[in-house]
């Protein structure tokens, strides 16, 4: 990455503090933030959304719709194994991994103390509500969960069964009037 940075063998920066917005401004009557970011993140951006990179933006966008911060970390980890294999509908973790991967845990005195320590509050709290709105707000159409395998009566592993509708993650004219502005903003590059 070239920042315009001078560098050389003795002159590498130590650390490199960017910003990548010129601005945000809340508007909290209306529920709102309007950010202005530099262009040297526009062109980073320009990497992650617009017309060729539809997939991103609908990620990017199904998670700006979710709400619940559990329903985002929840969606985040089944996006993650989709895309290390797209062909696979589903995979297994323990209870206590997708806490972790949900960040479902504090530290205290130097011990990770994982949250919903009540396997049935867990589910009650976070799986269930999260499933609900992630069938209900993203291109996931499909989300269930069973208990695949325990410690002798706790619940252990998890199996999480999806299916993605692809076609249902079209845009709406307003996305496409988006996409369409911003490649006009930052144009794609061209592939050499």
């Given at each position: 990455?070239?920042?315009?940075?001078?560098?050389?063998?003795?002159?590498?920066?130590?650390?490199?503090?960017?910003?990548?917005?010129?601005?945000?401004?809340?508007?909290?009557?209306?529920?709102?933030?309007?950010?202005?970011?530099?262009?040297?993140?526009?062109?980073?951006?320009s990497?992650?959304?617009?017309?060729?990179?539809?997939?991103?933006?609908?990620?990017?966008?199904?998670?700006?719709?979710?709400?619940?911060?559990n329903?985002?970390?929840?969606?985040?980890?089944?996006?993650?194994?989709?895309s290390?294999?797209?062909?696979?509908?589903?995979?297994?973790?323990?209870?206590?991994?997708?806490?972790?991967?949900?960040?479902?845990?504090?530290?205290?005195?130097g011990?990770?103390?994982?949250?919903?320590?009540?396997?049935?509050?867990?589910?009650?709290?976070?799986?269930?509500?999260?499933?609900n709105?992630?069938?209900?707000?993203t291109?996931?159409?499909?989300?269930?969960?069973?208990?695949?395998?325990?410690?002798g009566?706790?619940?252990?592993?998890?199996?999480?069964?999806?299916?993605?509708?692809?076609?249902?993650?079209?845009?709406s004219?307003?996305?496409?009037?988006?996409?369409?502005?911003f490649?006009?903003v930052?144009?794609?590059?061209?592939?050499?």
């Open positions: 990455m070239n920042f315009g940075i001078l560098s050389s063998k003795n002159k590498i920066p130590d650390r490199l503090d960017l910003n990548l917005t010129e601005f945000c401004a809340y508007y909290d009557h209306l529920a709102t933030v309007r950010i202005k970011f530099t262009n040297t993140a526009k062109r980073y951006f990497k992650l959304i617009g017309s060729e990179n539809r997939y991103t933006t609908q990620v990017l966008k199904s998670v700006v719709l979710l709400n619940s911060v329903s985002t970390n929840l969606y985040q980890v089944i996006r993650k194994y989709y290390q294999n797209s062909s696979k509908k589903s995979f297994d973790i323990s209870v206590d991994d997708l806490k972790e991967e949900m960040g479902l845990y504090t530290i205290e005195e011990e990770k103390k994982y949250k919903y320590p009540k396997y049935s509050f867990f589910v009650r709290d976070v799986i269930n509500k999260s499933i709105e992630i069938i209900e707000k291109e996931i159409n499909q989300l269930s969960f069973s208990v695949v395998g325990k410690k009566r706790m619940a252990h592993m998890l199996r999480f069964e999806f299916s993605i509708n692809e076609k249902s993650s079209s845009f004219e307003d996305d496409m009037a988006f996409l369409e502005e490649d006009k930052v144009p794609p590059k061209k592939n050499k």
